[in-house]
């Protein structure tokens, strides 16, 4: 009897709750990744360091901006800030989760409208991939890659 309970004890057979805790780290990841754009939209330096890693990787859309922590990306987000009237529009997101539910990656297209002086632009189909970890309890960007199909970016759909 007392090994056939070890036995049991040692598979790698989920709980129901089990699946229900992965569910709801599934839908606190979305939730992170439905805000990751809030400090662009709203002009916020000290939203985008408490959501980029200070060690992550964002290699951004023109072939310049690769940035590999904190310190080099800060001054090109500094600049974005003076970007008016952002708004992203998420759709098409698709996440991968770790089995143990600290790190997602993920996929999706991006539209971004703003404004420049009086001059409103849409840039339409930007493909924004990366992934995010839990760290401390908290959700952060580790590597993010944003391109729009220029040349130098690998995108076709």
């Known amino acids: 009897l007392f090994l056939v309970i070890v036995s049991f004890s040692c598979t790698d057979v989920k709980t129901k709750s089990q699946e229900i805790d992965l569910i709801s780290v599934k839908t606190e990841a979305n939730k992170f990744l439905d805000s990751q754009w809030d400090w662009f939209e709203e002009s916020s330096l000290e939203k985008a360091k408490n959501i980029f890693y200070e060690k992550g990787i964002l290699i951004g859309t023109d072939k310049s901006e690769y940035y590999t922590n904190w310190v080099e990306l800060e001054p090109s987000l500094k600049g974005q800030l003076a970007i008016q009237n952002v708004e992203v529009l998420t759709k098409s997101r698709t996440?991968?989760?770790?089995?143990?539910?600290?790190?997602?990656?993920?996929?999706?297209?991006?539209?971004?409208?703003?404004?420049?002086?009086?001059?409103?632009m849409t840039i339409a189909g930007i493909r924004s991939s990366g992934v995010i970890k839990k760290m401390n309890e908290q959700w952060k960007i580790v590597q993010m890659h944003n391109s729009i199909g220029v040349d130098g970016q690998a995108v076709e759909y």
Do not use: A, H, Y
């Open 95 to 120: 996440v991968f989760m770790s089995e143990d539910g600290r790190m997602v990656s993920f996929s999706e297209i991006l539209d971004l409208s703003f404004q420049v002086g009086e001059e409103t």
